[in-house]
T-cell receptor
Framework: DAEITQSPRHKITETGRQVTLACHQT?????MFWYRQDLGHGLRLIHY???????NKGEVSDGYSVSRSNTEDLPLTLESAASSQTSVYFC????????????FGEGSWLTVV | GENVEQHPSTLSVQEGDSAVIKCTYS??????FPWYKQELGKRPQLIID?????GEKKDQRIAVTLNKTAKHFSLHITETQPEDSAVYFC?????????FGDGTTLTVKP
């Protein structure tokens, strides 16, 4: 079955380290997204991509970057991890830009100490 | 950009009662309004959605209504069961992007 997978599922890192969270989808979806989820803030958009080589900033993009070199993958990089980036990160994808369902990955729990 | 407000933030009901969660949005260009259910430690999953050319949609015990003029939409759950306990998120989508509400924690007491 087609799926969207994230790795690692849990990670503890130190302040200042670079961290990359992987996201891989097998649906051949054009759109991919990264959200962070914090208590009381719901799901906030970090970065998104509408296709290969396309990337865009979301509402909370500072300190994060993404790249889209193929359809299947959208890795999220924290350039220099900060304690404020301790959160649950969800990758998601949708077919196209016509208002279609977003499908979420299982989430990556990141703790920055 | 789009702004979505969701109320209430917490909701407790007795098993068998109905639950209603309301959302408002700001961008009239939004044309797709999904609702997601998230159980503890799990990913959000779509439970129902509605498009801007439809006023109401029902799927068994859940229904969603949309008022485009007032820019608000609501989730209705009837005959609630303990397994309905979860966090529910509304979203407003347009041009391929979705903005989520802050979530409603629904507790159904047996």
């Amino acid at each position: 079955d087609a799926e969207i997978t994230q790795s690692p599922r849990h990670k503890i890192t130190e302040t200042g380290r670079q961290v990359t969270l992987a996201c891989h989808q097998t649906w051949n979806h054009n759109n991919m997204f990264w959200y962070r989820q914090d208590l009381g803030h719901g799901l906030r958009l970090i970065h998104y991509s509408y296709g290969v080589h396309d990337t865009n900033k979301g509402e909370v993009s500072d300190g994060y970057s993404v790249s889209r070199s193929n359809t299947e993958d959208l890795p999220l990089t924290l350039e220099s991890a900060a304690s404020s980036q301790t959160s649950v990160y969800f990758c998601a994808s949708s077919v196209d830009s016509s208002g279609n369902t977003i499908y979420f990955g299982e989430g990556s729990w990141l703790t920055v100490v | 950009g789009e702004n979505v407000e969701q109320h209430p933030s917490t909701l407790s009901v007795q098993e068998g009662d109905s639950a209603v969660i309301k959302c408002t949005y700001s961008d009239s260009a939004s044309n797709y309004f999904p609702w997601y259910k998230q159980e503890l430690g799990k990913r959000p999953q779509l439970i129902i959605d509605i498009r801007s050319n439809v006023g109401e949609k029902k799927d068994q015990r859940i229904a969603v209504t949309l008022n485009k003029t007032a820019k608000h939409f609501s989730l209705h759950i009837t005959e609630t069961q303990p397994e309905d306990s979860a966090v529910y998120f509304c979203a407003a989508s347009g041009a391929g992007k979705s903005t989520f509400g802050d979530g409603t924690t629904l507790t159904v007491k047996p």
